[in-house]
């Protein structure tokens, strides 16, 4: 009895102590967290961590050296170094998380140039996920290596490692594979956190890189969700791996009289009275003049994807708005000849009784060298006639049916 009452005032003591220690350091790296953002984040993220820690190591010392023996002693020594193993852990993956976010507050990404700052985000968030994985893997191995059964099975594991392996590598060919596409887009700079991409025809931005999968935050609020293995083996659009700022056309068809000086005066007016464009591009460009209408379209640059789509958008309307209030003869047409449609010249009869051909350069498959080949080229085998039958379209083809 007397054993019992020293082993646990011993045990009290030793909690006692070490909450006390525990409370003064974090009072006083309270106090100097005032000047720093670390001292900070540790007094307030690694003061639970680090009071288990202390407390379950000072009763494991406290028995060990003061309880004695008593009935219970060797599995109550064991579930105490069970204890001290979880919460040094604990204490371990506190620590780790307070430097990243200490790296992470030095780089803001809510700031117009952010693109280190959002490499360095995706590099230290599929650190922390790495960093939390293998803490809790080696944890519960050190665990399992208390257990004097685990501790003997391990030399039969460590025989057959080689089979194992194998195996489980051909089991999880596909997860291993997006595992390691994670770490290979993470440090490979190909994309990163808030990048705005196209994938799947998807226009969207990455709101969150895993080990195994990405999430597309797309334009309307849907997520698409795809595993790290497409962004390395399929190609993507990527708009703001160098940079922010992009390039969007707007494109317009109006007639062939439309003047394209006023309104590419009009695109610079309206480039300039509005703060969605960046100053870089405004050009008006005829890229089409087919179909009795022409094609214009109107290049303008914006510092980002949301602000150039807008851009765009207001670029279209106003052109069109323009042209309806102030040129109405140049909005897009139809032409048809209805001249004569009622008398049609009759065919001149020719000697022969054959109506006149054409000349040779309105031939492609007769009438020159060139064309016999052609001809010859396109009849295919057992099928090839005179130049003068022209060319045979095959049963069932296109030809056919018109």
């Not at 045990?11 to 003064?24: D, H, N, R």
């Not at 360095?120 to 650190?127: E, G, H, I």
């Not at 190909?190 to 931005?205: K, Q, T």
């Not at 042209?323 to 009759?346: K, N």
Request: charged share 20%.
């Amino acid at each position: 009895m007397t054993s019992l009452l020293t082993a646990l005032l011993a045990v009290a003591i030793a909690a006692g102590a070490a909450i006390v220690l525990v409370e003064i350091v974090h009072s006083v790296t309270k106090r100097l967290g005032r000047r720093s953002q670390l001292l900070r984040d540790l007094a307030t993220t690694a003061h639970r961590p680090f009071l288990a820690t202390a407390t379950v190591f000072a009763v494991q010392v406290a028995v060990r050296g003061f309880a004695g023996e008593f009935p219970a002693r060797g599995g109550v020594l064991h579930a105490l170094v069970i204890l001290v193993i979880a919460a040094a852990a604990w204490l371990v993956g506190a620590l780790m998380l307070v430097l990243e976010d200490v790296a992470l507050a030095t780089w803001r990404v809510d700031v117009p140039d952010n693109m280190k700052a959002r490499r360095l985000k995706t590099q230290v968030q599929m650190l922390r996920r790495v960093t939390v994985a293998a803490i809790v893997v080696i944890t519960l191995g050190v665990v399992l290596m208390t257990f004097p059964a685990v501790r003997a099975l391990g030399a039969s594991v460590l025989a057959s490692a080689g089979i194992v392996s194998v195996i489980a590598a051909l089991a999880a060919q596909s997860t291993l594979g997006n595992v390691f596409a994670g770490l290979q887009l993470a440090f490979s700079d190909a994309v990163r956190i808030d990048d705005v991409v196209v994938v799947e025809g998807e226009w969207g931005r990455i709101e969150d890189l895993t080990l195994t999968y990405v999430a597309v935050q797309i334009w309307d609020d849907r997520r698409l969700i795809l595993p790290t293995s497409y962004f390395t083996t399929k190609p993507f659009q990527n708009w703001t791996r160098t940079g922010s700022a992009v390039l969007g056309t707007a494109e317009i068809d109006v007639d062939w009289s439309a003047p394209v000086e006023p309104m590419r005066a009009e695109l610079r007016r309206v480039c300039e009275g509005t703060e969605l464009w960046d100053g870089r591009v405004c050009v008006l460009q005829v890229t089409d003049a087919v179909g009795g209408m022409i094609r214009l379209r109107a290049l303008v640059s914006a510092h980002d994807a949301g602000a150039l789509w807008d851009l765009r958008c207001l670029v279209r309307e106003r052109l069109v708005a323009w042209v309806f209030e102030h040129r109405r003869d140049s909005l897009p047409r139809l032409r048809a000849d209805v001249a004569g449609l009622g008398a049609q010249p009759a065919s001149r009869p020719v000697p022969g009784g054959r109506q006149a051909e054409a000349s040779d350069d309105a031939r492609v498959f007769s009438g020159t060298g060139d064309g016999d080949e052609r001809a010859a080229a396109f009849a295919g085998p057992g099928s090839a006639e005179a130049p003068d039958q022209g060319l045979r379209v095959p049963a069932g083809s296109s030809g056919d049916r018109a």
